[in-house]
C-alpha cells in the first residue's frame, strides 16, 4: 500500500517554511525520507523508527507519530538547495530495506 | 556508504529488444534491490536480488520480462526483456547501508528510452 503525501508540489521563496506530510492506511514500522533533484539519485536524509520519535540534522526535521500512522518532515528557512523532489518511504515489518515510496513532493525553492 | 556504479547511464532501445544493466558495488551486500521509476513519477521495486537464490519479484513484475542475475555479493543485473515503449523508465540499483533496517544507497540509475 503507497503511503500518500501531501502536498504534491510547493512553491516556497528562500527563507520560508515548509511541511511536507506522509500517511499510510497500514500501520508504519519506519519511515525514511528522501530527497531527489532532477537527474540525479535520491538521497537519504532520515529514519524515524518508532512513533514519536522526531529527528533533525540542520533545519530539515522530522516526526513520525506511530497511532496517527504520518509522518511530517519540516523544512525551516528554507535554502535554495532544498528544491528537488521529497518521498517518504515505509518499510514493511519483517522485510527489511524493501520500502514502498509515496508519490512525491516537488518542492521549488526560489530566490 | 557506499558506491554504485551502473551501466548503461542511459540508452535508446527499440521495441522487441532486450537490455541488461549492471550495477557493481564497492562493497559486499546481501540484498540488492531494483528499483523503476516512470517519468515524473515515484519509485516502484521491481524486485530483491539475493545472492546465492532467486530473486525475490514484487506484484506485477515477473522474471520472464525482469530476470535477475547476482552472481556474488557486489554485482547484479537486471534485464528489461521485449521492451515496448510502457517499459521507458529510469532503473535504479539500491543498496542498504548495514543491517535490515537502514538508508538506502541508490546508483545514478539507467534511463531507458524504448521506441
Known amino acids: 500500500q503507497q503511503p500518500v503525501q501531501s502536498p504534491q508540489a510547493v512553491i516556497l521563496r528562500e527563507g520560508e517554511d515548509a511541511v511536507i506530510?506522509?500517511?499510510?492506511?497500514?500501520?508504519?514500522?519506519?519511515?525514511?525520507?528522501?530527497?531527489?533533484?532532477?537527474?540525479?539519485?535520491?538521497v537519504f536524509l532520515m529514519i524515524l523508527l518508532k512513533g514519536g520519535e522526531?529527528?533533525?540534522?540542520?533545519k530539515i526535521s522530522a516526526?513520525?507519530?506511530?497511532?496517527?500512522?504520518?509522518?511530517?518532515?519540516?523544512?525551516?528557512?528554507s535554502q535554495l538547495s532544498y528544491s528537488g523532489t521529497y518521498f517518504c518511504g515505509t518499510e514493511r515489518p519483517n522485510q527489511g530495506g524493501k520500502l514502498i515510496f509515496g508519490q512525491g513532493t516537488e518542492l521549488s525553492v526560489k530566490p | 556508504s557506499a558506491v554504485i556504479s551502473q551501466k548503461p547511464s542511459?540508452?535508446?532501445?527499440?521495441?522487441g529488444t532486450s537490455l541488461t544493466i549492471q550495477c557493481q558495488v564497492d562493497s559486499q551486500v546481501t540484498m540488492m534491490f531494483w528499483y523503476r521509476q516512470q517519468p515524473g513519477q515515484s519509485l516502484t521495486l521491481i524486485a530483491t536480488a539475493n545472492q546465492g537464490s532467486e530473486a525475490t519479484y514484487e506484484s506485477g513484475f515477473v522474471i520472464d520480462?525482469?530476470?535477475?542475475?547476482?552472481?556474488?555479493?557486489?554485482?547484479?543485473?537486471?534485464?528489461?526483456?521485449?521492451?515496448?515503449?510502457?517499459?521507458?523508465?529510469?532503473?535504479l540499483c539500491s543498496v542498504p547501508t548495514s543491517g535490515a533496517t537502514g538508508e538506502l544507497f541508490f546508483g545514478e540509475g539507467s534511463r531507458l528510452t524504448v521506441l
Request: some cysteine; aromatic content about 10%; glycine content about 2%.
Open chain 2, 10 to 15: 542511459r540508452d535508446i532501445c527499440q521495441r
Open chain 2, 65 to 91: 520480462k525482469f530476470p535477475i542475475s547476482r552472481p556474488n555479493l557486489t554485482f547484479s543485473t537486471l534485464t528489461v526483456s521485449n521492451m515496448s515503449p510502457e517499459d521507458s523508465s529510469i532503473y
Open chain 1, 63 to 77: 516526526s513520525f507519530n506511530e497511532k496517527k500512522q504520518q509522518s511530517s518532515l519540516y523544512l525551516t528557512a
Open chain 1, 21 to 42: 506530510n506522509c500517511s499510510s492506511s497500514k500501520a508504519l514500522y519506519s519511515v525514511h525520507w528522501y530527497r531527489q533533484k532532477h537527474g540525479e539519485a535520491p
Open chain 1, 54 to 58: 522526531q529527528k533533525g540534522h540542520d
